[in-house]
């Protein structure tokens, strides 16, 4: 018996969608599903306008390039992320500047922002890793006073939560991906709403709702269609794919409520165990476990790859946590992040995975991943 590390929760609903949208002929980039899709997933974000795209990558690309950032631009970003942000910024021929990892959640050290900020710095890119928000009051302060804008990559944190103004009597609950300038999700089969392969790019700033939808499609000009004055691209998302995204947004309580008892589950199973630092949940924070990590202590004389072919020799599959930006070939052999070095990050990177994390996880399985922590942690 295997378990896997995912796997997508396909309703009824989804189906019956996906037929009304078959039989309607209405299978490409336009039509209902596409627009109640994105009017429904802002909406639920707490934003005004979305823009769907085929996928969180290129939903990173247009973000970027839509908030201006252009040749020698700065951003700031976390180096414990996927490549999809500096990739993003690299190709609109900006240059990624990176931060380490917090500890506790893993996102962006945010007391290491300040110290990064220079004349040519554009924007701040926090990214919510695997379900938990970062610490957003700093970075929206900074961001003000520095006229900064905030891209945020909300591609793991569907429906977590953040306190924001901690501290002053405008404290209040928002959703990731709705408390920047602009943020970025990714509906890959293995975040909670899945659209296959898709993203979406949101905002409340109408002027860059219109420039992502020109970069999503092509440059068109709305009076000359065929004249164009602007590169774009086909990042379209076709009204199929929107038929499944919005079928799995109206289950969103549900999906949330069983992340949540997967997470807690793990943790009440496995935090007796010295050697393992486990997901937390500060209390300005909701997280939504995208993705139930563990870090294992150096104690334990195990790394996260040895760890890995453990479990796999018991049947559970697992991931490797991210590799730093500032550690890819990609990058160092250009000159980039040359001498820079991130501890925590490249820790986490040594000593981190994550376990089976899909909406499908049973009592079960998990109990049996759980068990199968523990003969890995106590084999030699
Ligand atoms: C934080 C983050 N940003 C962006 C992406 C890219 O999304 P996609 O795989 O849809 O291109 C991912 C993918 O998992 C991600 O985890």
């Given at each position: 018996?295997?378990?896997?590390?995912?796997?997508?929760?396909?309703?009824?609903?989804?189906?019956?969608?996906?037929?009304?949208?078959?039989?309607?002929?209405?299978?490409?980039?336009?039509?209902?599903?596409?627009?109640?899709?994105?009017?429904?997933?802002?909406?639920?974000?707490?934003?005004?306008?979305?823009?769907?795209?085929?996928?969180?990558?290129?939903?990173?690309?247009?973000?970027?390039?839509?908030?201006?950032?252009?040749?020698?631009?700065?951003?700031?970003?976390?180096?414990?992320?996927?490549?999809?942000?500096?990739?993003?910024?690299?190709?609109?021929?900006?240059?990624?500047?990176?931060?380490?990892?917090?500890?506790?959640?893993?996102?962006?050290?945010?007391?290491?922002?300040?110290?990064?900020?220079?004349?040519?710095?554009?924007?701040?890119?926090?990214?919510?890793?695997?379900?938990?928000?970062?610490?957003?009051?700093?970075?929206?302060?900074?961001?003000?006073?520095?006229?900064?804008?905030?891209?945020?990559?909300?591609?793991?944190?569907?429906?977590?939560?953040?306190?924001?103004?901690?501290?002053?009597?405008?404290?209040?609950?928002?959703?990731?991906?709705?408390?920047?300038?602009?943020?970025?999700?990714?509906?890959?089969?293995?975040?909670?709403?899945?659209?296959?392969?898709?993203?979406?790019?949101?905002?409340?700033?109408?002027?860059?709702?219109?420039?992502?939808?020109?970069?999503?499609?092509?440059?068109?000009?709305?009076?000359?269609?065929?004249?164009?004055?602007?590169?774009?691209?086909?990042?379209?998302?076709?009204?199929?794919?929107?038929?499944?995204?919005?079928?799995?947004?109206?289950?969103?309580?549900?999906?949330?409520?069983?992340?949540?008892?997967?997470?807690?589950?793990?943790?009440?199973?496995?935090?007796?165990?010295?050697?393992?630092?486990?997901?937390?949940?500060?209390?300005?924070?909701?997280?939504?476990?995208?993705?139930?990590?563990?870090?294992?202590?150096?104690?334990?004389?195990?790394?996260?790859?040895?760890?890995?072919?453990?479990?796999?020799?018991?049947?559970?599959?697992t991931r490797p946590f991210f590799l730093g930006m500032h550690e890819q070939p990609v990058f160092t052999?250009?000159?980039?992040?040359?001498?820079?070095?991130?501890?925590?990050?490249?820790?986490?990177?040594?000593?981190?995975?994550?376990?089976?994390?899909?909406?499908?996880?049973?009592?079960?399985?998990?109990?049996?991943?759980?068990?199968?922590?523990?003969?890995?942690?106590?084999?030699?």
């Amino acid at each position: 018996m295997k378990i896997p590390v995912n796997e997508p929760l396909i309703g009824e609903k989804e189906i019956e969608y996906v037929l009304d949208c078959l039989r309607s002929g209405w299978i490409s980039s336009a039509g209902k599903y596409l627009e109640a899709f994105e009017e429904a997933w802002a909406s639920y974000c707490g934003m005004r306008f979305g823009v769907a795209v085929s996928n969180g990558t290129t939903a990173l690309q247009i973000a970027v390039a839509a908030a201006g950032i252009g040749p020698g631009d700065e951003v700031i970003m976390p180096t414990f992320t996927i490549i999809s942000c500096a990739q993003a910024v690299t190709y609109n021929g900006g240059v990624p500047v990176l931060v380490d990892s917090e500890p506790r959640t893993w996102c962006m050290d945010v007391s290491q922002l300040e110290a990064k900020i220079t004349p040519r710095t554009k924007a701040i890119m926090p990214v919510h890793i695997y379900g938990h928000p970062v610490d957003m009051d700093t970075v929206i302060s900074l961001a003000k006073r520095h006229g900064l804008l905030v891209i945020e990559d909300a591609a793991e944190a569907h429906g977590a939560e953040y306190l924001s103004g901690r501290g002053t009597d405008q404290s209040h609950w928002q959703r990731c991906g709705g408390i920047g300038d602009i943020s970025a999700f990714s509906f890959y089969a293995n975040k909670l709403v899945t659209t296959g392969e898709g993203g979406m790019v949101l905002t409340s700033d109408p002027q860059i709702a219109g420039r992502l939808r020109s970069l999503r499609n092509l440059c068109f000009r709305p009076e000359q269609r065929f004249y164009h004055t602007e590169l774009g691209h086909n990042f379209r998302l076709t009204n199929l794919q929107a038929a499944i995204g919005l079928a799995q947004i109206e289950r969103m309580p549900e999906t949330i409520a069983k992340k949540r008892w997967m997470g807690e589950s793990y943790t009440r199973r496995l935090q007796a165990h010295a050697g393992l630092s486990l997901p937390v949940e500060e209390p300005w924070a909701r997280q939504v476990y995208w993705m139930y990590g563990l870090v294992l202590d150096e104690s334990t004389g195990v790394t996260a790859v040895e760890f890995a072919r453990r479990l796999a020799e018991r049947g559970i599959e697992t991931r490797p946590f991210f590799l730093g930006m500032h550690e890819q070939p990609v990058f160092t052999s250009r000159g980039m992040f040359t001498r820079e070095q991130y501890p925590v990050a490249e820790r986490i990177a040594r000593q981190g995975l994550y376990l089976p994390s899909g909406l499908t996880l049973t009592e079960s399985q998990l109990a049996a991943v759980c068990q199968a922590v523990e003969d890995s942690l106590s084999a030699t």
